[in-house]
């Protein structure tokens, strides 16, 4: 049986002047005739990877076009318009998604951003969104280590630093000091595990944790000064936006490295920068 508001690979059953029929299981799927792929066979019995939803009549319908979001994920997606009922939301598909007003956590207007999940009305069938996260987030054990790596989802800034959501399961927090360079709700990030405590809440970092990522980003600085010609303007002096922009650390990392390089003979240090020995 095919999944609403989820990739699907479905079998072709039959060829009509307006699409294709596809095999959902219960019932036929159809594939308007603007979404056959044309660069792959589509014949009787072949199958195709497409994404199933509801259309503005509430009618089953498939899609090759690839949404922002699939039903069990969070995105953050643009406020395209409002009613009495809710709102409606961009998510790529000609038909906008859903949210209640009664699933807003903030007062939105067109034109805003918000951090939802999708999920599937019980009731009405009906993809729709939530920007209520609680209830789908820490619903499991977490288990991660210092330093594993993780994708974030940015969501809001607190006094603290950044909330985020960890691999679409889990809250965590970045906080400020590990905020070196230009973030903002909705952007999604590679992260690390600093530290899980014992009372659940997971602290995280923008760059990789421990020795062995010192030594990572002091063969960074080595390969960027070769391809440099063998000199970066970049010192201990230079500004952390700079610095994170050319190699996504902090500038207390970057001057640890360059300090490491120094001791050991490989580079030079001055006030234009850095050189290869």
Not at 106 to 123: E, N, S, T
Request: proline share 5%; net charge positive.
């Amino acid at each position: 049986m095919a999944q609403v508001g989820r990739f699907n690979r479905l079998q072709i059953v039959k060829h009509t002047d307006f699409g294709l029929y596809l095999d959902g299981g219960d019932e036929e799927i159809l594939l308007p005739r603007r979404y056959i792929p044309r660069d792959q066979r589509c014949e009787v019995g072949d199958w195709l990877e497409v994404f199933v939803y509801l259309d503005s009549e509430d009618r089953i319908i498939a899609t090759t076009q690839r949404p922002r979001v699939q039903v069990g994920e969070f995105a953050s997606l643009k406020v395209v318009a409002i009613n009495s009922v809710g709102l409606f939301l961009d998510w790529g598909l000609p038909k906008d998604l859903f949210m209640p007003h009664s699933e807003e956590r903030r007062p939105l207007q067109v034109g805003d951003y918000c951090v939802v999940h999708v999920y599937l009305d019980p009731r009405t069938r009906r993809i729709t969104a939530t920007a209520r996260l609680d209830r789908y987030l820490d619903r499991a054990p977490a288990a991660y280590r210092a330093g594993q790596p993780v994708e974030l989802l940015l969501v809001e800034r607190t006094d603290l630093g950044f909330k985020v959501i960890i691999e679409g399961r889990h809250w965590g927090l970045l906080h400020k000091n590990e905020l070196f360079k230009f973030v903002r709700p909705g952007m999604r990030e590679k992260g690390y595990i600093r530290e899980q405590r014992a009372d659940g809440k997971i602290s995280l970092s923008l760059q990789p944790i421990g020795r062995e990522a010192g030594d990572q980003l002091a063969e960074q600085i080595l390969a960027r000064l070769r391809e440099a010609g063998g000199r970066l303007a970049l010192g201990d002096r230079s500004p952390p936006e700079e610095i994170g922009r050319l190699f996504g650390v902090s500038k207390g990392n970057f001057k640890k490295a360059i300090g490491g390089l120094y001791r050991q003979g490989l580079i030079t240090l001055d006030e234009q920068g850095i050189a290869l020995t």
